[in-house]
């Protein structure tokens, strides 16, 4: 007994060493290629600027995208273009066991109708014609569902005057994809922007929200944190939507993350640590790229008064996902295989999750869940007082505890650390969820 006791430690012993050395190659490499990373995303922004020099003419304010591939975040990173043969990253099928996915289909209620199926809706700019295509390839790859499966029934709105921007297909591809993945039970549309100006992607939310109808809606896209967009609070406000926004990728607070009304998304590098007890556990560290810090023009919400206590205004992300573009999420672009990272990976991540909580509680007849957040009444089906909750938080997130990222404090810049519970860097951590819809459906 004692034998075969000394052996399970002695590899459990070597488990723990291959981790740590693992973690300690992941670290050096993030150190190492944080400002080639940096430098390429300046270079990326410069491309994007020249291209959309008709757009800035009819509107100043424009919005990013936070998508990064691997090429990206790594000058000797070869993309590879073969169709069946992924690079690095995670497929759909380890997302879903690390994140501890469930699925869940419309069931029939008690009068013997059929529930609601819940409708999410991806907010994207520009219009790329080979987004049905491309989540085909990504779908029935062998490196995913295989040839015999079948991908989900997509509607894809295309707003008019919408062109083609190469800088944008990609993001495309990610979100609707990774959407597909999580949740391809969901009544899933895309809706394409005319173009990247604030004027034109929010003339496609209030689509998504007024003619689609949408429960959820996944924004991969925003501009740096300024008081000129508070006047567009009322584009996230519906007390039966949920609103989720990618934090950003340059380390700077961002914009529509930064609204209360909206679950902000950060980044997380994600490391797969098979033990022989869980062989689907996970160690995330910080992404040092991610979006994060404290408002400059949005005062604490209500719902962060218990763990944002240095400041008077909104801190995100309020949770994180995997980001980094050297161990992001496999895609198909444009016919190819890519590894992309960026905020925008995790937003939609998050977002089909909520899709799913939703899915829960209609099966029970029960409401819509909401991030609209109200300064004069707590909604019942609000999501944040739920995953602020003290005594909830163990059984819903991952805490984060690794690393630092460097983010906005006020005028300035500072590095925060991954700490216990709620932090600057990574906010509550990343989410597990199963145990977070099952604790949505009791709200």
Known sequence: MFALVNQKANKNLAISQNFANVL?????????????????MREAKKITEQQ?????????????????????ADTNYLA????????????????????????????????????????????????????????????????????????PNVRVYTMPDATVNSGWSSESCLDLQIICTINPNADICAVEAKSNSVKDLLAA??????VIRADVLSMSWGGNDSASFSSYSSYFSNPNICYCAASGDTNYVSWPAVSSNCIAVGGTTLLW?????????????????????????????????AVNTNSNYRCIPDLSLVSN?????????????????????????????????????????KSALTTAYSKSQVLSNNVQQCLYNPNLYNSMFTDVVIGTCVGTDGNSQKKFSAVKSFDPATGL??????AMCNNLFNL
Not at 52 to 72: H, M, Q, R, V
Not at 289 to 303: D, E, F, I, R
Not at 429 to 434: D, I, R
């Open 325 to 365: 573009p050297t161990s992001g999420v496999h895609i198909v672009y444009n016919g190819k295989w890519d590894c992309i990272g960026g905020t925008s990976a995790a937003t939609p991540i998050f977002a089909a999750m909520l899709s799913i909580a939703n899915q829960q509680r209609f099966n029970s007849g």
């Open 52 to 72: 959309n020099t008709e757009s800035l003419k009819e509107d100043t304010e424009t919005c990013n995208s936070y998508a990064i591939n691997a090429a990206a």
């Open 205 to 210: 939310v209030n689509y998504a929200e007024n």
């Open 273 to 305: 640590t098979p033990t022989n007890d869980f062989p689907t556990s996970r160690t995330e560290f910080t992404w040092p790229s991610a979006g994060c810090g404290y408002s400059k023009s949005v005062l604490k919400p209500a719902y962060q008064n």
């Open 429 to 434: 951590g990343s989410p597990n969820c199963a």
């Open 80 to 151: 590879n273009s073969y169709i069946n043969s992924p690079s690095i990253g995670f497929n759909g099928s380890q997302l879903l066991g690390l994140y501890k996915i469930p699925s869940i289909k419309p069931t029939l209620l008690s009068n013997n109708q059929m529930a609601k199926k819940v409708k999410i809706a991806i907010i994207i700019a520009y219009t790329y014609p080979k987004l049905k295509d491309d989540l085909y390839n990504y779908w029935t790859s062998p490196s995913n569902f295989g040839p015999n499966s079948t991908p």
């Open 24 to 40: 300690k190659l992941y670290q050096q490499s993030i150190a190492t290629n944080a400002e080639r990373l940096k430098e390429k």
